[in-house]
């Protein structure tokens, strides 16, 4: 039996808080942390749905991800990291890797070799939304601040 989407959602966030504690990011912060975690699981659960390539919903999730911890960083003055470390835990493809390794140690070379490069593209997709991400978002504030459509708080008015 599945679970419903929604109650994935619910997991995530409450997952990646606790990683948020593990990891000692600060009580403020705590929050978006879980909704950066539930956010990416939901983007990737949608996209898995959606798409049927876990690739592709692993780029989705990173997306996500990136996306709540920009917005989060520039909100509460952290570091990007404090928000998409945490975040990206549930995305993480710790089984396919254990797996590849327990393969490996069985002496079936092949498929941990194939379990390997899909780990690997699996972190590569997850690591590309979260520079993707990154990349669009610093370019909207640069094309903003441009327009001074965003005010520096270190600008001083007239």
Known sequence: MTLPLWLHGIIAF????????????????????????????????????????????????????????????????????????????????????????DAFLEGNYTAGLGMVIQTLFIAGAITTGLVLAGAIISGLRTSLRKKNVIIDEYQEED
């Open 14 to 101: 409450f997952t990646c808080l606790a990683f948020g504690v593990v990891f000692r990011v600060p009580k403020r912060a705590l929050l978006s942390c879980g909704i950066a975690g539930a956010a990416g699981w939901l983007a990737y659960g949608v996209a898995l749905l959606y798409f049927n390539n876990v690739m592709i919903s692993s780029l989705c999730g990173g997306f996500a991800v990136a996306c709540i911890a920009e917005l989060s960083a520039s909100v509460l003055r952290c570091p990007v990291t404090v928000f998409a470390v945490p975040g990206i835990i549930m995305l993480v493809p710790g089984l396919l890797a254990f797996d590849a390794m």
